[in-house]
């Protein structure tokens, strides 16, 4: 019976303070990061900025994460994902997942140790973020290319760049929707709100593809669920994220709940992310296993030539 590859799969995810007191250092990461803050002389004036807004936003935003529990349910609930993940490649593979967050713990460089200290025969990298945006995977890869020294005979990374419209990751969101307007009297009359992170307007003009997948994923579950309702794409955060988050667990479930409820609303329902659900975990593992089939059919090309 031949062995099993040993395959290694690294999930990034932006990261989020794992206590009140990680506020403040959490947001510090986060603006001072050139991908999300960037103008002329921004390498001379990032680090005390970024000191700056953290100071003064510090104190809102440690009060928005104590009425979700007091942190951010991300690398929980990431790890859960890595987990399954894992279970579902254990068929073909001996996997092992790694979690590596941008702006708080386990950081990128904690993720790119663990990777180096391990013999691999594959190496997948996956951001999870299924649209791609220079501030998102373009950062999380960059990050990554800064801190990993691979070892001498290491395997070459292969990586997923996105993937906003894969027919499974359409079906998981479409069966969160399914499930969300069962508790509707009236399914067919309720207004789906589809709710994406904003970018800055000068990242979109750079090039940034990341508008155009994000309709282009909300046509895919559109068309995965068939339903009939009327329906608007707005930016605020969810549908860019394949986990609960502060932007969902407090300013939508429980800012905009109110507000809608002020405005005369009479059913809101917020939509469960993804998270690990079957058909995520199988888009995830349908990811991986293309990215190491196509790193074997261009080996053989390579051969052949």
């Known amino acids: 019976?031949?062995?099993?590859?040993?395959?290694?799969?690294?999930?990034?995810?932006?990261?989020?303070?794992?206590?009140?007191?990680?506020?403040?250092?959490?947001?510090?990461?986060?603006?001072?990061?050139?991908?999300?803050?960037?103008?002329?002389?921004?390498?001379?004036?990032?680090?005390?900025?970024?000191?700056?807004?953290?100071?003064?936003?510090?104190?809102?935003?440690?009060?928005?994460?104590?009425?979700?529990?007091?942190?951010s349910p991300i690398r929980l609930l990431t790890e859960r994902q890595a987990m399954k993940l894992a279970a579902a490649l254990a068929p073909e593979f001996d996997a092992q997942c790694f979690v590596a967050m941008r702006y708080w713990r386990p950081l990128t460089q904690e993720a790119a140790a663990a990777v180096r200290d391990t013999q691999f025969d594959e190496l997948v990298l996956l951001p999870m973020y299924p649209q791609y945006s220079f501030a998102t995977t373009g950062s999380s890869l960059k990050e990554w290319n800064r801190l990993y020294r691979p070892r001498q005979g290491a395997p070459q990374a292969r990586i997923v760049q996105n993937f906003h419209t894969h027919p499974l990751y359409a079906a998981a969101i479409a069966e969160r929707i399914s499930t969300s307007l069962r508790h509707f009297d009236r399914p067919e009359e309720a207004h789906l709100l589809f709710s994406a992170h904003g970018l800055p307007l000068s990242l979109i003009e750079a090039g940034d593809p990341y508008q155009k997948q994000i309709e282009e994923t909300v046509q895919a579950v559109m068309a995965c669920g068939k339903w009939p309702n009327r329906y608007t794409l707005c930016y605020q955060s969810p549908i860019s994220f394949v986990t609960e988050h502060i932007e969902t667990l407090h300013e939508i479930n429980i800012e905009a709940r109110a507000e809608a409820l002020k405005l005369g609303i009479a059913k809101f329902e917020m939509m469960p992310a993804v998270g690990d659900s079957p058909q995520f975990v199988a888009a995830l593992a349908d990811l991986v296993r293309s990215a190491v089939l196509c790193d074997e059919k261009n080996a053989k090309h390579s051969a052949a030539l």
């Not at 206590?19 to 680090?47: H, K």
């Not at 100071?55 to 994460?65: L, T």
């Open 1 to 71: 019976m031949t062995n099993k590859k040993k395959l290694g799969v690294v999930l990034f995810q932006l990261g989020g303070p794992d206590s009140p007191a990680a506020v403040e250092p959490f947001l510090y990461n986060l603006f001072c990061d050139p991908d999300i803050i960037n103008f002329f002389g921004a390498w001379f004036a990032r680090r005390p900025l970024a000191r700056y807004i953290a100071r003064r936003r510090a104190g809102v935003v440690r009060e928005h994460y104590e009425a979700i529990g007091g942190q």
